[in-house]
């Protein structure tokens, strides 16, 4: 799986978890200033992304993550 296709998965879940349009997610989208993303939310985000990828994504990793380019970057080099 490529960055562009983990981009396009995640985005779909952020939308799906933080009730969003997906057309206000873009790969440099802050999850907290420009999706309004709270922790739960973060935290909530994180396990679906490992559902649905059936990946681990360790805490201090997860935590790690501003933007949306943070995460996609991150579990592209796991997939």
Do not use: C, H, W
């Not at 779909?12 to 739960?40: H, M, P, V």
């Not at 681990?56 to 796991?78: C, G």
């Amino acid at each position: 799986m490529d960055s562009k296709e983990v981009f396009e998965k995640v985005k779909s879940l952020i939308a799906e978890k933080l009730e969003i349009d997906d057309n206000k997610i873009t790969i440099d989208a802050s999850f907290r200033k420009d999706l309004g993303a709270d922790s739960l939310d973060t935290y909530e985000l994180v396990y679906a992304i490992e559902e649905e990828l059936g990946i681990s994504i360790p805490d201090e990793k997860a935590n790690e993550f501003e933007t949306v380019r943070d995460a996609v970057d991150f579990l592209a080099t796991q997939l």
